[in-house]
């Protein structure tokens, strides 16, 4: 079954605890992408990668970590968390970078950082 | 980057059509117009995207106005299912980028 994958659903970490999100999809999609959902304020993508070892910004990267080593996998990285990164976040994927494509969801991963 | 402008929420009765507005006026000419929708506890899942000419899927009909500085998601027959936070956005962005700004979109309310 096509799908974008993410571990661990639900994680409840400490402060300046460095922490991994895995994200894998097994579609062969080029670009991947996190975002984080907080009430209010909508869906805010954090990073990007348009394939293998190119990654780029998005809108609110400040505190995260992103590495393309492989075109499946896009783990998000908090070095050091703080309590304002608590939020709902999600991987995507999508089979190329230009706006022709669809993106497709990972099931999110809830993030308590106390 | 290219804004889109939606309303806060919108309510249906069940079985009757919907239509969701979208406005952005400052689409470019490259522009491709995605429509994604959030169920309650779940991840947004993909519904429509459009270049210029209407479309249609098994999920939902995509109308584009003729200077493509609005769209209209319609679902034909709304179910209580279809209850959910709908997206209207333009993927893209300056210099190659390719950025998606969600906003907060619509959130539909279905009513028995």
Same mark, same amino acid.
């Given at each position: 079954?096509? $799908? ?10 400490? !402060?300046?605890? %460095?922490?991994?999100?895995? /994200?894998? $999809? ?11 959902? #907080? ?15 190119? !990654? #780029? %910004? ?6 995260? %970590?992103?590495?393309? %080593? ?9 070095? *050091? ?9 999600? /991987?995507?994927?999508?089979?190329? $970078?230009? *706006?022709?494509?669809? $993106?497709?969801?990972?099931?999110? !991963? ?5 | 980057? @290219? ?23 400052? =689409? ?19 519904? =429509? ?24 998601? =319609? ?7 279809? @209850? @959910?936070?709908?997206?209207? =956005? ?21 009513? @028995?």
């Amino acid at each position: 079954e096509a $799908q974008v994958t993410q571990n661990p659903r639900y994680l409840i970490t400490v !402060t300046g605890k %460095k922490l991994t999100v895995t /994200c894998s $999809q097994n579609m062969n999609h080029e670009y991947m992408s996190w975002y984080r959902q #907080d009430p209010g304020l909508g869906l805010r993508q954090i990073y990007y990668s348009m394939n293998v070892e190119v !990654t #780029d %910004k998005g809108d609110v990267p400040e505190g995260y %970590k992103v590495s393309r %080593k492989e075109k499946r996998n896009f783990p998000l990285i908090l070095e *050091s968390p703080s309590p304002n990164q608590t939020s709902l976040y999600f /991987c995507a994927s999508s089979l190329g $970078q230009g *706006s022709v494509y669809e $993106q497709y969801f990972g099931p999110g !991963t809830r993030l308590t950082v106390t | 980057d @290219a804004k889109t402008t939606q309303p806060n929420s919108m309510e249906s009765n069940e079985e009757e059509p919907v239509h969701l507005p979208c406005n952005h006026s400052t =689409i470019s000419g490259t522009d491709y117009i995605h429509w994604y929708r959030q169920l309650p506890s779940q991840g947004p899942e993909y519904v =429509i995207h459009g270049l210029t000419s209407n479309v249609n899927n098994r999920m939902a009909s995509l109308a584009i106005a003729e200077d493509r500085k609005s769209s209209t998601l =319609i679902l034909h027959r709304a179910t209580l299912r279809d @209850a @959910a936070v709908y997206y209207c =956005i333009l993927p893209g962005g300056t210099s190659g980028t390719y950025k998606y700004i969600f906003g907060t979109g619509t959130r539909l309310k279905v009513l @028995a």
